[in-house]
Nanobody
Framework: VQLQASGGGLVQAGGSLRLSCAASGRTFSMYAMGWFRQTPGNKRDIVAAISRSGGATYYADSVKGRFTISRDNAKNTVYLQMNSLKNEDTAVYYC????????????????????WGQGTLVTVSS
């Protein structure tokens, strides 16, 4: 599966952005999805994850209550709605996909994901 992330940009603190990750290739619904982010000199950290069905979601503590992950299997797309953005949310955001037999399992570890998008930069200014 090929992943194309989009929607990043420059936003003021307190603002909102919605990231999209469009998948092409194999059946999107067979993949659990995740969003990660990375700042210079640091490793990629999990932001949010969602199961194949969308019924299970996970959020890092730092984004709980502000970010929402969702997916539309008919459109082969996973989204990350980011509200109340803070300076510390500035990072390159990556979407990732992991094929799995279970519809209800999600994954939070980077090394488990098979496929990665190219990253989209989110810059939050004060």
């Amino acid at each position: 599966v090929q992943l194309q992330a989009s929607g990043g940009g420059l936003v003021q603190a307190g603002g909102s952005l919605r990231l999209s990750c469009a998948a092409s290739g194999r059946t999107f619904s067979m993949y659990a999805m995740g969003w990660f982010r990375q700042t210079p000199g640091n490793k990629r950290d999990i932001v949010a994850a969602i199961s194949r069905s969308g019924g299970a979601t996970y959020y890092a503590d730092s984004v709980k209550g502000r970010f929402t992950i969702s997916r539309d299997n008919a459109k082969n797309t996973v989204y990350l709605q980011m509200n109340s953005l803070k300076n510390e949310d500035t990072a390159v955001y990556y979407c990732a996909a992991k094929a799995d037999y279970s519809e209800s399992v999600l994954f939070t570890f980077e090394y488990l994901y098979h496929y990665w998008g190219q990253g989209t930069l989110v810059t939050v200014s004060s």
